[in-house]
């Protein structure tokens, strides 16, 4: 089974930019849908992106104009490019990853952890 690992977290300060990279362990990788999800503190988790196998993204409401999901299946490599960062951005973020394109995520990375300070 394909296995996802995260990096690219840390501290940053409102209005600043990070960019999240997730690498898959195998090639595979390249026919599965991708995404991002976010889990603050005591809340639920959080769809922000998703991006298909022809490249097309979506974008949840909170962090479109902000946020770009992007891969290169050359490199195994999911991104997120996250600009204009605020606070309510501190969140676990996770990459996901979808064997079917049916909205059914079943294979996840632990997750790297951003925060936004003010």
């Known amino acids: 089974q394909v296995q996802l690992v995260e990096s690219g977290g840390g501290s940053v300060q409102a209005g600043g930019s990070l960019r999240l990279s997730c690498v898959a362990s195998?090639?595979?990788?390249?026919?599965?849908?991708m995404a991002w999800f976010r889990q603050a503190p005591g809340k639920g988790r959080e769809w922000v992106a998703s991006?298909?196998?022809?490249?097309?993204?979506t974008y949840a409401g909170s962090v479109e104009g902000r946020f770009t999901i992007s891969r290169d299946n050359g490199k195994k490599t999911l991104y997120l490019q996250m600009n204009n960062m605020q606070p309510e951005d501190t969140a676990m973020y996770s990459c996901a990853a979808d064997m079917s394109c049916y909205g059914r995520y079943n294979i996840w990375g632990q997750g790297t952890q951003v925060t936004v300070s003010s």
């Open positions: 195998s090639y595979t990788s390249s026919a599965y849908c």
């Open positions: 991006i298909n196998t022809r490249g097309m993204s």
